[in-house]
C-alpha cells in the first residue's frame, strides 16, 4: 500500500509536527509528511521542518485581510500542488470554512488538549485546573466546520495533581499528545476510521479494560 502523503499545518513551536515527522521516519508507518504548511512566517517549526527536509510553505492569513476565501483557495492550491492526501492541523491557529473543511471530509484531522468535548478554545489548562477536574488530556479528532467538535479519533488523559500550575500540567499533556497524534495518523491513514453516527468506529484496536481512579 502507498504511503499518504500528509500536510501538516502549524502556526507556531511545532512539537505535534515534529512527534508526527519522527513517526513517519519508520519506512512501516503508513503516512509520510509531504508538507509543513504556516500561516506564519515566523513560525518555530518552519526550521525544524526544513531541517529535517520537508517541503514547506507559507501561507501569511495577513495578507488576504478579511478575504477568508482567498486565503483558504490559496491554502487549496498549496495542498493540491504537493498532492495532499490527508491534512493534519497541529497548533494551526486559523479557523477553517465550512467550504474548506467540506473539501476534505474525514482527511482532516486536529488536536486539541483537552478531553473533548470538555474544554473547547483556548486555555484549556488553565480552566481544567480552575474546575479542579481531576483528569485532563488531549484529543485528536476529524474536523467539522464548528471549532473543537468532529468525531473523536483517539484520546489520552492525565491525572491532574494537587500542585499542578498550568505549565506542569500543560507539559504532561503535551507528552501524551505527541503519543495519540502519530496513533491517530496511522489509524486514519490505514483506512481503518469509519465514522457513524458522528463516531468513530475503530477496526482491530485494543481498548484497555483499565479505569484510572483519582485519589486511589
Ligand atoms: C498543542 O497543545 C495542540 O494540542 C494545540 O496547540 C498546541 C500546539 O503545540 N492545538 P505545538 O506547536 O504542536 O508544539
Sequence with gaps: MSRKRVAVLISGRGSNM????????DKAYPAEIA????NKLDAGGLTAARAAGIATEVVDHKTFGKDRAAFEATLQAALEKHSIDIIALA???RLLSADFVNRWPERLINIHPALLPAFKGLDTHKRALEAGAKVHGATVHFVVAEMDAGPIIAQ?????RHDDTEQTLSQRVLAVE?????????????????????????????VPDAATLIPL
Design 18 to 25: 515534529a512527534a508526527l515527522i519522527e513517526a513517519a521516519k
Design 91 to 93: 497548533g494551526f491557529m
Design 178 to 206: 505527541h503519543r495519540i497524534y502519530p496513533l491517530a495518523l496511522r489509524l486514519v491513514a490505514e483506512g481503518r476510521v469509519q465514522v457513524a453516527g458522528g463516531r468513530c468506529l475503530i477496526d482491530g484496536v485494543a
Design 156 to 160: 489520552g488523559a492525565v491525572a491532574v
Design 35 to 38: 508538507l509543513v504548511l504556516s
